[in-house]
């Protein structure tokens, strides 16, 4: 009995105390959890009139505030803002968010415009009406010299144009705007055109353009834009056929000077577009060099390999500095139109005691050759330098003033240009204007070869003090009556008297020719 009492006792014990003990404990938990909110708002309260909030505490570095982003942000907008001031018929060239770019900008209405890049083949035309009345749109041309922009490319496949970009990006007409650049394919119809619809400062996205509204000619590339946005020119051969675009090869040097020791030359495998060879000489000013001599075209072709250019003959009293007489370009480079450039370092020989040198190195004559490997007896260029320390080139001389003549408006002058400059299949262009000032068969040829003939001719009228109204009268008469109604546009709004129906320009022939 007294046994069964003890070992009954310790659960008894626990039984009585145990559970009143964690009744009271979980009544005190349930106390706190469920504490009444309008104690916690008073509470706060008084907390608030007390001290005031303080400041949240930071957040760690991957999470902080969108600073970084702000800072980029500003610097954007300043880009394109930069981008779409206008420049007053000025082609300006900057690195830009270490971008380089050519750009030009004006303000267009419902009368239309032109922007023309100068000394690269690109322009862009609004139409008038494109822009409804009573308003005004700011527009940009840019030409994009950073190569991380253009479109991915495959190993038969072939940058042949710029990069060209319309701002701003998205804008839309009531018309569709013109698109001009140059493209270096031998085959037209192997061109294709590609568009990326983004912005300049984002991820690109090129995609091939359709057939519709792109025409492709000679050596240009006209696209009709419902909108603004990037573009450019990709070689696309069928299968079967061999893919080939021209190259320009460009010889750079800094001036002989007399007693300078060294020289280097570099030689350009370019595009044979202008914009192409304006980078070469945007990219040489730095190094004091110049452009020596015209380029010289080079048939370059996707389906062979490297290019080479071999050393042949130097001068006497000058000698090849470099190792190896022969370099080697990567075929990508050029295919890819990526502008690579190779040099050779000269030095002047050490005259020996008995021998004066002096005579024979005060000029320097070099002969290379330029092929592609496997094909050195079929497509092989022969570049020749020369330089001598007498050439003035380092200085040009002094050029007079010429008198001053009536100047076009430079928006009417732009328009005219781009009607113009295109040749038609009736030579009902520039030629024909030409020919109306008199000017003979070899004048006209002289002026083909020039980088813009239709601007040269209107430089030529120019200068002769032409009137509007005796251009509008010689456009009416070559039938150009597109040219004629942009001349007759200009003068509406600028209260000039009506086009006259006659003109001294017998007269004025001869002089014309004599200019030439």
């Known amino acids: 009995m007294c046994s069964h009492e003890n070992s009954f006792q310790p659960a008894q014990f626990l039984l009585l105390v145990g559970v009143p003990v964690a009744s009271v404990l979980l009544l005190v938990q349930c106390l706190r959890w469920h504490r009444p909110r309008w104690l916690l708002r008073t509470c706060w309260k008084l907390d608030n009139q007390e001290q005031p909030v303080p400041d949240p505490t930071p ?73 409804a009345v009573g308003r005004q749109e700011r527009v940009s041309l840019i030409l994009v010299w950073d190569l991380s922009d253009a479109p991915p490319l495959s190993r038969d496949q072939a940058l042949v144009s710029p990069v060209v970009a319309c701002g701003p990006h998205g804008a839309s007409f009531l018309k569709p705007c013109t698109l001009t650049f140059k493209h270096c394919a031998q085959q037209p119809s192997h061109a294709r055109t590609y568009s990326s619809n983004t912005n300049l400062l984002d991820d690109k996205a090129w995609k091939p353009l359709g057939q519709a509204g792109v025409h492709t000619s000679l050596d240009e590339c006209r696209i009709q834009l419902s909108h603004f946005s990037l573009y450019t020119c990709v070689l696309e051969a069928p299968v079967g056929h061999e893919a080939r675009k021209w190259l320009q090869l460009a010889v750079f040097c800094s001036p002989l000077a007399p007693g300078q020791t060294h020289l280097q030359l570099r030689v350009y495998f370019l595009n044979n577009t202008p914009c192409a060879l304006q980078w070469a000489i ?13 380029c010289q075209l080079f048939d370059f072709t996707g389906a062979r390999g490297d290019q080479y250019l071999k050393l042949k003959y130097i001068s006497e009293g000058w000698e090849n500095v470099d190792d190896s007489s022969c370099q080697l370009v990567p075929h990508l480079h050029i295919w890819h139109g990526k502008c690579p450039f190779r040099s050779f370092c000269f030095r002047r020989k050490a005259a020996s005691e008995n021998e004066d040198c002096s005579a024979l190195t005060n000029e320097i004559i070099v002969t290379m050759h330029t092929f592609q490997d496997g094909l050195e007896t079929k497509y092989m260029e022969i570049l ?13 001389p002094p050029v007079s003033q010429a008198p001053p003549c009536n100047r076009l408006p430079p928006e009417l002058f732009e328009q005219l240009q781009m009607l113009l400059e295109p040749n038609s299949i009736t030579g009902n262009d520039w030629r024909r204007l030409a020919s109306h000032l008199g000017l003979c068969g070899m004048k006209i040829r002289f002026l083909s070869c020039q980088r813009s003939p239709a601007a040269a001719i209107l430089e030529l009228f120019e200068e002769q003090n032409g009137s509007l109204q005796e251009l509008h009268y010689l456009m009416t008469l070559m039938e150009r009556l ?35």
């Open 59 to 131: 957040l760690p570095e991957y999470e902080a505030p969108n600073q970084c982003p702000s800072v980029i942000m500003s610097e954007m907008v300043a880009f394109y803002q930069e981008l779409h001031t206008p420049t007053q018929g000025q082609t300006v060239t900057r690195q830009l968010m270490h971008k380089l770019l050519v750009f030009s900008a004006r303000e267009v209405d419902h009368r239309g415009g032109c922007l023309i890049l100068r000394d690269t083949g690109i322009s862009l035309l609004i139409p008038p009406g494109a822009v």
């Open 282 to 294: 945007t990219n040489e000013q730095p190094h004091g060099g110049r452009l020596r001599g015209p």
């Open 384 to 396: 020749r330098f020369q330089a001598s320390e007498e050439e003035a080139w380092a200085a040009p």
């Open 482 to 516: 597109d040219c004629a109604s942009v001349i007759q546009n200009y003068l509406k709004t600028d209260g000039s008297p009506a086009p006259v129906r006659g003109g001294a320009w017998e007269n004025q022939a001869l002089e014309l020719d004599e200019k030439l």
